[in-house]
């Protein structure tokens, strides 16, 4: 149960950085957004690793150092996906990188008996029916959906390699797992940007909310980690996809966007799945 909040909790977190990160992109440089949030939590985590005995293996450092990896691209791919296309189509396609941990649970050992195969269908089939795009945006065409369906799917790859990584990494302390892949994002982020000669300065004023969604990620992966020690990873992992429901509720009562009925019956069954997963 513990294990449960903890991921739904991480649900929340990145469902409310990945409502606010695109949003603030439309009128900022992509990579100071990703970058600051990112870089306060690498500062945080190295400084909090001395809490923690002892250090971690060299294979749990490479699976941070790939955590970070795929958290990288999957950051970069979804942020364009949500740039050209709607967050209707970027959020469930991307919340489908639940599988490659939950494969990799079951090829660990992890029990997956009947009961919870249906509940993890029912919840990732719920996700991409809560966040399911309903009537065309004025200005999008087929070319830009498809495009953005295309940068989801890549996005989806990278959450789900991020995922996995962080499982393994973790066992070697909590914030070393954090801090080490935050060192790795941070390193192909800015090699990224110095690559595309991308702007890497904001004014003064907007550095506060450049913050929050680097923030919330680190707070969403420090849950997500400590969770994946107290419960099976292939059921921590997917309740942590539930973040585009969150998507979908912040969309509905922020921008006053209504939940067509494929909506609504996905947002429940989503939430049916993951009560299921909790109380196995």
Do not use: H
Request: glycine fraction near 12%.
């Amino acid at each position: 149960m513990i294990a449960a909040l903890l991921a739904a909790g991480t649900a929340l977190c990145y469902g409310v950085s990945n409502f606010v990160g695109p949003r603030l992109v439309r009128d900022l440089p992509l990579y100071p957004v990703l970058i600051s949030g990112q870089l306060v939590a690498l500062v945080v985590s190295a400084a909090l690793v001395v809490t923690e005995a002892g250090g971690p293996s060299v294979r749990e450092v490479a699976a941070a150092g790939l955590a970070g990896a795929g958290n990288a691209v999957g950051l970069l791919a979804f942020y364009r996906a949500a740039a050209i296309g709607p967050l209707s189509i970027a959020a469930p396609l991307g919340s489908l990188g639940a599988v490659v941990p939950v494969l990799v649970g079951v090829a660990q050992g992890e029990s997956i008996g009947a009961l919870k195969l249906v509940a993890i269908a029912i919840a990732l089939t719920g996700v991409a029916l809560a966040a399911r795009p309903g009537r065309k945006r004025p200005g999008d065409d087929a070319g830009d959906r498809r495009a953005a369906a295309g940068w989801a799917l890549v996005s989806s790859l990278g959450f789900g390699v991020f995922l996995a990584g962080m499982s393994e990494a973790g066992g070697g302390g909590v914030f070393w797992a954090i801090a080490l892949s935050r060192a790795s994002l941070l390193a192909i982020l800015a090699i990224a940007a110095v690559r595309l000669s991308s702007p890497l300065r904001v004014g003064a004023r907007d550095v506060p909310r450049v913050l929050v969604p680097g923030l919330l990620l680190f707070a969403g992966t420090l849950l997500y980690t400590v969770a994946t020690r107290e419960g099976d990873l292939s059921v921590v992992s997917v309740i942590a996809s539930l973040a585009p429901v969150v998507i979908v509720a912040l969309a509905f009562t922020l921008l006053g966007e209504r939940l067509s009925r494929t909506q609504a019956a996905g947002a429940g069954a989503a939430m049916a799945g993951s009560v299921m997963l909790a109380a196995r």
